[in-house]
């Protein structure tokens, strides 16, 4: 059974960090693209990372760039979100989701769900003082 399993959310301060892993069980994640989306209350989703199977290509939203970074341990079937300098306005529920033909969907600067085909239930991050 193909499952994803997000992990590290929590309550930080303006500033701190954290980082969130995405385990996969029932197939190896390294052969698909991953994605980071988030969802914050009372908005849509939006792609925020992605990595790809290929070459390792990593995409990011343009309001994470140079503070998130993405990265995968194909030892250990995960991937990581290592998350800096995080604001109030990261304040969502942060899903990873995985793409069988490898590949990130990138339009306009942004991570497209499009080709993700199988999705965690997301892990909760809260940044406030």
């Known amino acids: 059974q193909v499952q994803l399993v997000e992990s590290g959310g929590g309550l930080v301060q303006p500033g701190g960090s954290l980082r969130l892993s995405c385990a996969a069980s029932?197939?190896?994640?390294?052969?698909?693209?991953i994605g980071w989306f988030r969802q914050a209350p009372g908005k849509e989703r939006e792609g925020v990372s992605c990595?790809?199977?290929?070459?390792?290509?990593?995409y990011y939203e343009d309001s994470v760039k140079g503070r998130f970074t993405i990265s995968r341990d194909n030892a250990k079937n995960t991937v990581y979100l290592q998350m800096n300098s995080l604001k109030p306005e990261d304040t969502a529920v942060y899903y990873c989701a995985a793409d069988e033909f490898g590949s990130c969907t990138v339009t306009a600067g942004y991570v497209r769900e499009y080709g993700m085909d199988h999705w965690g239930k997301g892990t909760l991050v809260t940044v406030s003082s």
């Open positions: 029932g197939f190896t994640l390294n052969y698909y693209a």
């Open positions: 990595i790809s199977s290929s070459d390792g290509s990593t």
